[in-house]
């Protein structure tokens, strides 16, 4: 797809990204042993312990879900949001209809490299784009214009948009974390759930921001 980047697909899409001699690995599904990303390593003849830091672009199940699993194989750090490494680790329970709560039950996992807005991992900037979460966060990589963009904005049907409303901890706050995102040069958005967009990544980011506003969406605080 595109030079250094893996796509593991599935409910969520999570990514490894090598460059020199790193290999990253962005989110880890919802399986509790990680099933779709040790396949993918294993198809791939790439041994897990080659990752050298787990990222995390929010606390979400469907994220953080196969974790503690990959860090215990890896034996790599894991990275995510300070806002957002208290659920993670265990510390606060996230907020979760009791339907859910049933089905997901999640291993909570040790967050070594809290991160916070400007950090560096390699050659990914940390950009904190709350809303979604509360530490929500995006990896950008600036010389290569890639946007690993987590839950913060997704791809439906072509378009760019926020995951269902319903899971927002602050959906105004998500809105303005996406119009801060056009303020990027972007060449390939990689987003956690729906398809890489690879053309037109600022008037698809435009579009989604007017649609928000038309609604009413993103002007408060
Ligand atoms: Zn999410
Ligand atoms: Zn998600």
């Not at 040790?38 to 953080?64: C, E, I, Q, W, Y």
């Not at 967050?111 to 950009?127: C, E, F, H, M, S």
Request: aromatic share 6%; charged share 20%.
């Amino acid at each position: 797809m595109v030079d250094g980047v893996g796509r593991i697909p599935g409910f969520v899409n999570s990514y490894t990204y090598r460059e020199g001699d790193e290999t990253l690995l962005i989110d880890t599904g919802f399986s509790r042993k990680a099933g779709p990303i040790v396949r993918a390593f294993r198809n791939a003849g790439v041994p897990l312990v080659s990752v050298g830091k787990v990222l995390l672009t929010h606390h979400h199940p469907d994220h953080m879900g196969g974790a503690a699993y990959l860090l215990e194989a890896s034996g790599a750090p894991l990275a995510c949001h300070a806002d957002d490494a208290p659920f993670v680790n265990g510390q606060i329970t996230p907020p979760m209809p009791l339907l859910m709560r049933l089905f997901v039950r999640t291993r909570a996992a040790p967050v070594a490299i809290p991160l916070k807005d400007g950090d560096r991992l390699g050659p990914l900037q940390v950009l904190h784009t709350p809303g979604h979460t509360p530490g929500e966060v995006v990896f950008y990589h600036p010389t290569r214009k890639i946007l690993f963009s987590g839950d913060a904005v997704v791809e439906r049907k072509g378009r760019l948009t926020l995951p269902a409303p319903n899971f927002a901890a602050n959906l105004d706050q998500a809105v303005q974390s996406v119009a801060r995102l056009r303020e990027l040069e972007v060449e390939v958005l990689l987003p956690g759930h729906g398809a890489p967009v690879t053309k037109n990544v600022s008037s698809l980011l435009q579009d989604f921001v007017q649609r928000a506003s038309a609604r009413g969406i993103g002007g408060g605080r």
